[in-house]
């Protein structure tokens, strides 16, 4: 089964600073999807950034960027120029392309911004 | 304004009584899901539907029931079955024209038996 790790409970940044928040996965597939998912105060869940296995090249979406590392297992998620509206809780997720539909989330990151 | 909604945003219950949340979208979807969320635990998945009159266990489907007799629908039922069914209750869908599309989540449901 696959398992995604978020080893970093809380992180904070200064307002303006950029912030990278890890996330690994444990899979025996070769072709998959990885997502990252921000939780505001709201607890809407609203989806930052995706990312499909078979490409090589990172996703970009404005100020968030991921680093894909798939030998490595790895999938961080790059928020550059943090702005206090980035303050929420950010979900790693997993989806495997091949027919199943469950999504497997880690445990998620608190991410707070510092003014 | 397409979107899923959930309702009520609060309930409250007491201890052995079944409880029916509600989960509506007009994104015309056909996916859909329930997920489950405590502190610290992320996000665990109840049960899916990919299709109407269908639906599949997630990893954590006792004391829980759904139904999906439409697209639209797919209502959530904790039975008193359920040992912790205080938890905050997250419904989503997505269409499955490709894999790689994302979820698409309501506003959630907080649910607190006592």
């Known amino acids: 089964a696959q398992t995604v790790t978020q080893s970093q409970p809380e992180m904070s940044v200064q307002e303006a600073e950029t912030v990278t928040l890890s996330c690994t996965y444990d899979?025996?597939?070769?072709?998959?999807?990885l997502f990252w998912y921000k939780q505001p105060p709201s607890r809407q869940m609203i989806l930052v950034i995706r990312?499909?296995?078979?490409?090589?090249q990172n996703a970009t979406e404005n100020r968030f960027s991921v680093n894909f590392q798939k030998a490595a297992k790895s999938f961080s998620l790059k928020i550059s120029d943090s702005q206090l509206g980035d303050a929420a809780m950010y979900f790693c997720?997993?989806?495997?392309?091949?027919?199943?539909?469950?999504?497997?989330f880690g445990t998620g990151t608190r991410l707070t911004i510092i003014p | 304004d397409g979107g899923i909604t959930q309702s009520p945003k609060y309930l409250f219950r007491k201890e052995g009584q079944n409880v029916t949340l509600s989960c509506e979208q007009n994104?015309?979807?056909?996916?859909m899901y329930w997920y489950r969320q405590d502190p610290g635990q992320g996000l665990r998945l109840i049960y899916y539907?990919?299709?109407?009159?269908?639906?599949q266990k997630g990893d954590i489907a006792e004391g829980y029931s759904v139904s999906r007799e439409k697209k639209e629908s797919f209502p959530l039922t904790v039975t008193s079955a359920q040992k912790n069914p205080t938890a905050f209750y997250l419904c989503?869908?997505?269409?499955?024209?490709?894999?790689?599309?994302?979820?698409?989540f309501g506003n959630g449901t907080r649910l607190t038996v006592t």
């Open positions: 994104l015309n979807h056909d996916a």
């Open positions: 539907s990919q299709i109407v009159n269908d639906f």
């Open positions: 899979t025996s597939e070769s072709d998959y999807y």
């Open positions: 997720a997993y989806r495997s392309a091949f027919g199943n539909e469950k999504l497997t």
């Open positions: 989503a869908s997505r269409p499955t024209d490709s894999y790689n599309s994302p979820l698409h």
């Open positions: 990312q499909e296995a078979y490409k090589q």
